[in-house]
């Protein structure tokens, strides 16, 4: 079974950073598509990165409202994808998630919700200002 476990969250002052981490569970890991997405109170979800393996070389995307800010790795060893968030912004403030698709993709990755079909539970980003 396709597990996903997101950690990390908290209250941090605007400015500061967070990595997020999601442990993964059931699968080919390092072959695998994992996205992060955010969800604010009142808004929908929308998706802020995801990486992909491209003929054994990890490739990125990012959402253009978080470039330059977040990055996505992933940790083969430890089954473990992060998103580390750098200068923080109240408007940070969401739910984050990660979540993988049902099918592996080689050419890019997709950054709307309704790709994926199995979903962390979801970590809390608070951001003061």
């Known amino acids: 079974e396709v597990q996903l476990q997101a950690s990390g969250g908290g209250l941090v002052q605007a400015g500061g950073s967070l990595r997020l981490s999601c442990a993964a569970s059931?699968?080919?890991?390092?072959?695998?598509?994992i996205g992060w997405f955010r969800q604010a109170p009142g808004k929908e979800r929308e998706g802020v990165s995801c990486i992909y393996n491209n003929e054994n070389d990890d490739r990125t995307v990012y959402a253009d409202s978080v470039k330059g800010r977040f990055t996505i790795a992933r940790d083969n060893a430890k089954n473990t994808v992060y998103l580390i968030i750098n200068r923080l912004k109240p408007e940070d403030t969401a739910t984050h998630y990660c979540?993988?698709?049902?099918?592996?993709?080689?050419?890019?990755?997709?950054?709307?919700?309704?790709?994926?079909?199995?979903w962390g539970q979801g970590t809390q980003v608070t951001v003061s200002s």
């Open positions: 979540a993988a698709p049902p099918v592996v993709y080689r050419n890019n990755c997709p950054t709307f919700p309704g790709a994926y079909t199995t």
């Open positions: 059931g699968f080919t890991f390092d072959d695998y598509t």
